[in-house]
Every structure is written in structure tokens, then in C-alpha cells.
């Protein structure tokens, strides 16, 4: 959910989405859905069998929102390689960098100040510096 879908309007850093202020993402045909070679090869888990839960209500085994917040872990750990690829890459090393979501590929790419990214960033916004600073945005 953090990392495969991104709402994207027509506006200003948006231009090719026509007419302006139309849903670009409006279905499946224009974002990332997870497919089957998104899982991992091993996936193994278990559960515990015939367990009684003496603190839930009526022996529940439900959990509610804490797997829905586990996945943010993934979001840091994306968080992380990226800083570590900022300082491998020696280019805004020490600088802060906000990242939001979701984490598309297209952001990571542009976050990581590799190579590729920054000649992108640099025929983007004309300059150097601006390249280096430059923060990835969604429209919203």
C-alpha cells in the first residue's frame, strides 16, 4: 500500500495529465498492483494451534491495527537504503531529505541521487543545486 500507489492530478507537476485537475490514477490501469512475482520465493509461516488468549475478549484472536502499522516498517527500511545510497553516492550526503509516500520507484529513483536520477533532476529544474535539493512530491 505505502510503496505501489500514488494519486496523481493534472496540475502544475503534472502538466501531461489532461485536462488539469483531472484523476490521472483513477484505476488499476495506472498504478502498481502487487502481482505474484511480488512475493517472496520462501514465505514461510506458521500459526499457533488451539492457544487460549486469557486478555481478549471471549479468547479472540483478532489484532486489528497493529499489522496494519507493522507495514510501515517497510517504508523505514526503504527509508534507510536510501540514505545509505545517498552517501554512497556522495551527492546531498548530509542534507535532510523528507520522504513521503507512497515510496513508487519512480521517488526512491529520484531520492537516491544516483547517477541516473540526478541527470534527470538536472534536466528538470535546469541547475545543479536545484538538482541536489530537489525533494520529490506527490499532487496532493
Do not use: C
Not at 505501489?4 to 498504478?31: Q, S
Not at 512475482?37 to 488468549?53: T, Y
Not at 527509508?79 to 509516500?101: C, H, I, P, W
Not at 519512480?106 to 540526478?118: P, V
Request: aromatic content about 12%; hydrophobic content about 35%; cysteine-free.
Amino acid at each position: 500500500w505505502g510503496t505501489i500507489e500514488d494519486i496523481v492530478y493534472g496540475d502544475d507537476d503534472h502538466t501531461w495529465v489532461r485536462p488539469r485537475g483531472n484523476l490521472f490514477t483513477a484505476g488499476p490501469g495506472t498504478y502498481k498492483l502487487p502481482a505474484f512475482n511480488d512475493q517472496p520465493e520462501v514465505f514461510n509461516v506458521s500459526l499457533l494451534e488451539d492457544v487460549d488468549n486469557p486478555f481478549a475478549v471471549h479468547s479472540s484472536k483478532a489484532v486489528g491495527e497493529p499489522p496494519f502499522f507493522l507495514g510501515s516498517s517497510v517504508f523505514y527500511a526503504i527509508k534507510d537504503a536510501v540514505r545509505s545510497a545517498r552517501r554512497a553516492n556522495e551527492v546531498g550526503k548530509e542534507t535532510y531529505f523528507e520522504m513521503r509516500l507512497p515510496a513508487t520507484s519512480e521517488r526512491i529513483r529520484l531520492y537516491t541521487n544516483d547517477a541516473i536520477g540526478m541527470k534527470a533532476k538536472k534536466a528538470m529544474l535546469g541547475d545543479e543545486d536545484g538538482a541536489t535539493a530537489y525533494q520529490p512530491q506527490g499532487s496532493f
